[in-house]
């Protein structure tokens, strides 16, 4: 089981479970979302689900144009082909469990994804490197750059 933590960005995911764990049928992990954070590429995938659960904060998720704010205890899934991002407009940090199912999506994906976002020195990402990861890992970019 991993419990390596990966940097996106300002952002940091953690794996408690990789699909090698679960016989593919599901990847588990943490991501922390620091105050005025956000997603930094809204995407869709129609390869799994995603479950997300609250675990400190709020995050603030806009899922094929509607605004839910996710809260410790909560959760809401976040179905294939829906376009999706988050953020935290709170004053707290954030932290929330995501469940992907089936494991078709791994910590692979985040640790390209950071190496792109590191490579931009602070300044703006390559969007044309970080669309090619996220379609490599069956995410479909939506609007790069722009809002979902």
Same mark, same amino acid.
């Given at each position: ?46 390869? *799994?689900? =995603?479950?997300?659960?609250? @675990?400190?904060?709020? $995050?603030?998720?806009?899922? &094929? ?5 996710? #809260? ?37 994906? *985040?640790? =390209?994804?950071?190496?792109? @976002?590191?490579?931009? $020195?602070?300044?703006?990402? &390559? ?5 090619? #990861? ?15």
């Amino acid at each position: 089981m991993g419990s390596e933590t990966i940097t996106v960005g300002a952002r940091s995911v953690r794996f408690l479970i990789e699909a090698a764990d679960s016989n593919g049928t599901a990847s588990v992990f943490e991501c922390f979302v620091p105050t005025d954070a956000r997603m930094p590429a809204p995407h869709s995938h129609d390869g *799994f689900e =995603e479950t997300i659960y609250g @675990l400190e904060g709020v $995050s603030t998720w806009t899922i &094929d144009g509607e605004t839910v704010e996710i #809260v410790p205890g909560e959760a809401i899934c976040v179905s294939r082909g829906q376009i999706h991002g988050f953020d935290n407009r709170g004053s707290i940090d954030a932290k929330f469990l995501a469940i992907a199912t089936p494991g078709v999506f791994g910590s692979a994906y *985040f640790r =390209e994804i950071g190496e792109v @976002l590191a490579a931009s $020195s602070g300044g703006p990402p &390559d969007l044309a490197a970080m669309g090619e #990861v996220m379609r490599r890992h069956g995410l479909t970019p939506a609007a790069l750059g722009g809002t979902a």
